[in-house]
């Protein structure tokens, strides 16, 4: 299994960017698609994007197409997740999730057990 861990959140100005990073230890991380989740306070968790295990395939929320690019970097066990164009709307805690079992495909109505606790991102208008 492995853990992940994020990090790139914090405060930005709506229409900035940022980007997230999912760093990954304890296992093959090639062989785990991975997917980006945020949770809003007081709202359920919500799917972002999910990124194939190669990376060469991608899929994104509607909310976030063309706004938000998923990528992953298999030399850093690392998967990106850029942010542009921030609404205020987007502010939410970010998590990413792993597993080696199911298709990035099958994102979101499968999610692995493996999560990363998850960084801050506040966009003010």
């Known amino acids: 299994q492995v853990q992940l861990v994020e990090s790139g959140g914090g405060l930005v100005q709506a229409g900035g960017s940022l980007r997230l990073s999912c760093l990954a230890s304890g296992g093959t991380f090639s062989q785990y698609r991975v997917g980006w989740f945020r949770q809003a306070p007081g709202k359920e968790r919500e799917f972002v994007a999910a990124?194939?295990?190669?990376?060469?395939?991608?899929i994104y929320a509607d909310y976030v197409k063309g706004r938000f690019t998923i990528s992953r970097d298999h030399a850093k066990n690392t998967v990106y997740l850029q942010m542009s164009s921030l609404k205020p709307e987007d502010t939410a805690v970010y998590y990413c999730n792993a597993d080696h079992v199911w298709s990035y495909a099958d994102y979101p109505t499968r999610t692995g057990s493996n999560w990363g606790q998850g960084t801050q991102v506040t966009v003010s208008s």
């Open positions: 990124i194939s295990r190669p990376g060469a395939n991608t």
